[in-house]
């Protein structure tokens, strides 16, 4: 995308050029609608992994609501900490980058399994609270850790998680998993439709036609569905105005074996959000993300998850379709960001509102969000180019891309796998990640790998000049 920039450093910037400017207020009428797309593009995702955990549990409707508050509520606050962090001496919580915090999915198989096993809410909380302590380690050790994260590493993570991504975007595209018309032709116009739509507004809309595009094309989308008969209003008519969700209304219960399982998804978390931090500072301000704003947004991912335990909502993590937004569009103002955060935290006191939200048909979200996840996967193979395809690369892409993403994530190809590594291999990016860490250090970088990396990186800077 080509920002637009302010000719005269003099002169003060306006609210359009501001919002391509990580500082500053634009005007509300500017803001407002940018922050609202990330919220329109996170919203069913940050809520369905509780609404999977409560039909598990048997959860009564009231149960579901304020899980569904808990999940908004604390992933607009979390956001707030990534944007504007907390300091605490020469350390920080929070990135400082237009980060955007929700309910991660990837903690839903091992909280349905403990679900399972305890039947009760209380003791998923339990094992997502002292197991996020795993990711803080990280966060607050990151700088002695550094050292196993280069960029090929977290381009490999970023091309995995596009790829994942890409599979939830094509679900959604045909009406969402396990839909009775999942792939019929009624909800593939209304996602045609809307992608086209977008498509159209970003190659050549001007102004806010241009930066608020996914949000036109949300409300479109949601338009072309109504035509079509898929909006269904019942919720929002069942839902009441006001709720306040308060601290421990499911109790904490603690099983080791839950703990366990917990801390090793939350490492996982932890590279996945790494890898998302990079992807933001690599498309927004073409460079790699600091040590702090890494350490701070592992840390903010941690802090925010242990919140989300308090409160009754699974874990936070940092989306990976927002970051993709904010590479699309250039946006990168955080009090753009943050009037949708403020938004995504109001939802939780009005479950009419968050209702209407919810009320998005999934191949609407399909349609609009299909091209925001290949930017993940894009910005992955743009850390990679950086690092060069040395000899030496292009084998630790060949093992890791052949391990994480041919033989991960296949239940049956894998049974036989001693159980820890069973467990790694069970989610693809968690083993992309531990294989691309692993190979990486069993076959460091030489001095001419090193010169051939550093050759790639002054051509890529070159170009974008």
Known sequence: MVKQANTNPQAPLTDEQMVYQLEG????????PLGLQHVLAMFASNLAPMLIIAGILGSSGADKVLMMQAAMVVSGLTTFVQLYPLKIGNRQIGAGLPIVMGTSFAFVPTAASVAGTYGTFGAVLGGAMIGSLSEGIIGFFYKYLERFFPPLVIGCTLITIGVHLLDVGRDYFAGGTGAK??????NLTIAFLTFIFIVVLQRF????????????????GYCVAFFFGKVDFATISQAGWFSLPLPLHFRPEFHLDAIISFAALYVVSGLETIGNTSGITVAAFDREATQKETSGAIMADAGGSFLASIFGALPNTAFGQNAGIVSMTGVVNKWCIATGAFVLT????????????ASIPNAVLGGSLISVF???????????AKSGFSERNVLVLG???AM????????????????????IFEDGVAATCMVAILVNIL????????????????EEILEDI
């Open 404 to 423: 994480g993403l041919g033989l991960a994530g296949h239940a049956d190809a894998i049974k036989g796998l001693w159980g820890p590594l069973r467990f």
């Open 443 to 458: 076959f460091p970088m030489d001095k001419d790998d090193r010169g051939k990396a550093d050759k790639a990186a002054h």
């Open 346 to 357: 109001i939802c939780g006191f009005l479950p009419k509102l968050g209702a209407i939200f």
């Open 25 to 32: 207020k634009p005007k509300l009428t500017v803001a407002l």
């Open 399 to 401: 093992i890791t891309f």
């Open 374 to 384: 290949a930017m993940i996967f894009i910005n992955g193979i743009k850390l990679i």
């Open 205 to 220: 809309g001007k102004g806010i036609l241009k930066t608020a595009a996914l949000l036109f094309g949300l409300v479109f």
């Open 181 to 186: 018309d999942y792939g019929s032709w009624q």
